[in-house]
């Protein structure tokens, strides 16, 4: 009787076991550890049991890094990994430093650019006084009062001026040592302060530099 009652024992447990072949006959599809791992079921073939709060720790890291790869960091409070903020107040005072320095640089080096070519148009103005001389010594003297080299002269004149060149020839006016060259005085009862009474030769101004001195006779008061 005892061994009957065992055996209705054993026939009334249910029976478990485990299918371990790798293709489901119902789905089809392949059994594996990487579909587990995506479901968050262990590998039924493995034969093991997770531990207790892995899957939730594996849950919280995957959140916290979709977080932080999802967060915008403001430019002004990116700093570089391991920095402190002094360190990163000096970097950015640095680099405002750093900034004044080439603005300034740019500006000298535009200001010593300007300062070449206006050099550059001076050095060309001096070598053709001589060329000038020779066109004012001709104008004087009748030869260039009509023909094709007066047309020369005139349209020289014009490309000159595009350049500042100005000529020092006025007359009736004070003496200016800064622009004139004395070389006679003539006394004159009707001036009340030293002036320019005649031209000797033609002085040239580019903009404000003078280029050469008026060469002139000066009128002073008669006594």
């Known amino acids: 009787m005892a061994e009957n009652g065992n055996e209705e024992e054993r026939q009334s447990e249910p029976v478990n076991f485990r299918d371990n072949r790798k293709v489901d006959p119902e789905t089809g599809k392949v059994r594996g550890a990487a579909a587990d791992a995506g479901s968050g079921n262990p590998d039924p073939a493995a034969g093991e049991t997770p531990a207790a709060g892995q899957g939730a720790d594996a849950d919280a890291l995957a959140q916290a890094e979709e977080i932080l790869n999802g967060a915008e960091v403001p430019a002004g409070e990116s700093v570089a990994q391991g920095t402190t903020s002094q360190e990163a107040e000096e970097l950015?005072?640095?680099?405002?430093?750093?900034?004044?320095?080439?603005?300034?640089?740019?500006?000298?080096?535009?200001?010593?650019?300007?300062?070449?070519?206006?050099?550059?148009?001076?050095?060309?103005?001096?070598?053709?006084?001589?060329?000038?001389?020779?066109?004012?010594?001709?104008?004087?003297?009748?030869?260039?009062?009509?023909?094709?080299?007066?047309?020369?002269?005139?349209?020289?004149?014009?490309?000159?001026?595009?350049?500042?060149?100005?000529?020092?020839?006025?007359?009736?006016?004070?003496?200016?040592?800064?622009?004139?060259?004395?070389?006679?005085?003539?006394?004159?009862?009707?001036?009340?302060?030293?002036?320019?009474?005649?031209?000797?030769?033609?002085?040239?101004?580019?903009?404000?530099?003078?280029?050469?001195?008026?060469?002139?006779?000066?009128?002073?008061p008669a006594e």
């Open 92 to 220: 950015k005072n640095d680099l405002l430093r750093l900034q004044a320095e080439y603005v300034n640089y740019r500006k000298r080096v535009e200001r010593d650019r300007a300062v070449a070519g206006e050099m550059a148009v001076i050095g060309v103005l001096n070598s053709l006084l001589p060329v000038l001389d020779d066109i004012d010594a001709a104008r004087q003297h009748g030869d260039l009062a009509d023909g094709p080299f007066a047309a020369i002269a005139t349209k020289l004149d014009g490309v000159l001026k595009t350049y500042g060149l100005t000529r020092i020839e006025e007359t009736g006016v004070e003496f200016d040592p800064n622009i004139h060259e004395a070389l006679m005085q003539q006394p004159d009862a009707e001036v009340e302060v030293d002036s320019v009474s005649q031209i000797l030769r033609l002085g040239y101004k580019s903009g404000d530099r003078v280029l050469r001195a008026a060469q002139v006779v000066v009128a002073v």
